[in-house]
């Protein structure tokens, strides 16, 4: 049995920024193992993100990759303005007013730009400050423009470091003014995935594919929720079912809740998505030391292995590619331990049966769940299946099958989508004339390429009849 070994299974998103933002960087990384390319709508302006956004397609086109696009919009991420000098150091047990007034912040005052702060918080609850380094308890408030707080640790904050209100609800809509001028040069871009940050419900997604609608785009792109505010983790279910993939954001996660309920979360919520065939990307701080040391700690290496044995369909990279000194070597490191942990047996052979009897897609679904146990059974090399939504693809790498995933689509649209799916490897096909000839066309195409040999056992997925181009309902096994 030959099963080729030397494409990961599982995928490698990269934030692009001025580390990795020319062509020829962003050539090297995909070379290198990456994926999906993050565009953070946190920094930078249009103009710069056109840059990086033509640098993709362009590499794309011109070397035949399916290099994804992901916009990560900033949602209602709160910040503390300009301060004096851009640094003041705050004192433990000192007093401090907190504004939505602007001005220019000292150790006394402080300008923040979320103007219903003094609103939602009340005596005795937490503001924590560039990512929990400070901490701050309200003493009082005005309910209107101000309130005073006092520093319980303190430390040096310099000018639009972000803050988390853990014990107070955000009023602010998840999806701002900012946020829907980001989506609509995102539509008109070609993106592949959208992320929406600091989801707290289901609605909120809706929202989003509401907004979306309105551009009446052909293929518009997936929608990622981004975990990282508590309540959306009690209405975690309703979520995952509204999205088309999650991701756990661990950074202000891990601030809004106890750190130590983030590594059970995680779990959780990874074996919810792969239940419900939705993927999954773990976030933030994956390789942190690497934004300026060559090498990676011990500590980061397990946290990937480990996030990679859990069944993540993507890990993501986000300061060490976008600003690190080596983001190369952090995409290759990433690449080397996917690999190592990949060659564990315990990795493989997550199957679900269908939950569903009378779902519109329990046929389908059925067939899918019997062939990645069937390739199991008999040691198949590949599982190959043609598709024209990318369901079929992101169903079967949900079983999470040793087996290699190969699928073929006259649809160019979802070829990039794909490439952030675990152990997906898509082509582009349009000759579906007849099931027999189709199936010994793709199989004489990957025999050709080296993806799978003669007298290997490879099982085809495909709808009957095959021209029609509707849902799976059959499985063939054969030897090429």
Known sequence: MHIISQNKRTKVIATI?????????????????????????????????????????????KYKMHLALLGDLQGPKLRVGKVENDAVVLKNGTHITITTKECIGTAQKLFVDYPYLAKDMKTNDRILIDDGKIMLRVLETNNNDALLAQVVYGGTLSSRKGFNLPDSEVSEPTLSEKDKTDLAFIMENRFQWVALSFVRRAS??????????????????????????????????????????????????????????????????????????????????????????????????????????????????????????????????????????????????????????????????????????????????????????????????????KSQIFVFTNNHAILSKLSLVWGVKGFYYDKFESTDNTIDEVKDFLVKNGYIEKKDIIINLASMPIEARGKINMVRLSYV
């Open 204 to 401: 909120d997604i809706h929202e989003l594919r509401n907004e979306m609608a309105k551009y009446k785009k052909r293929n518009p792109p997936l929608i990622i929720a981004k975990i990282e505010k508590p309540e959306a983790l009690t209405d975690i279910n309703n979520i995952i079912e509204a999205t088309d993939a999650v991701m756990v954001a661990r950074g202000d996660l891990g601030i809004e809740i106890p750190m130590e309920n983030v590594p059970l979360i995680q779990k959780m919520i990874i074996n919810k998505c792969l239940h419900a065939s939705k993927p999954i990307i773990v976030a933030t701080q994956m390789m942190e030391s690497m934004i300026h040391n060559f090498n990676p700690t011990r500590a980061e290496v397990s946290d990937v292995a480990n996030s990679v044995m859990d069944g993540a369909d993507a890990v993501m990279l986000s300061g060490e590619t976008s600003v690190g000194d080596h983001p190369l070597k952090v995409v290759e490191m990433v690449r080397k331990i996917i690999k190592q942990v990949e060659s564990f047996e315990g990795i493989f052979y997550k199957e679900n049966p269908p939950d569903e009897l009378n779902s519109p897609r329990f046929i389908t679904d059925s067939v899918i769940y019997s062939a990645c146990i069937l390739a199991q059974q008999v040691h198949a090399s590949a599982i190959v299946s043609m598709t024209h939504s990318g369901y079929s693809a992101i169903k079967i790498s949900s079983h999470r099958p």
């Open 17 to 61: 920024g001025p580390a990795s933002q020319s062509e020829d960087m962003i050539l090297a990384l995909a070379k290198e193992g990456v994926d999906v390319c993050r565009i953070n709508f946190s920094h930078d302006t249009h103009e710069t993100h056109q840059k990086k956004i033509d640098a993709v397609h362009h590499i794309n086109k």
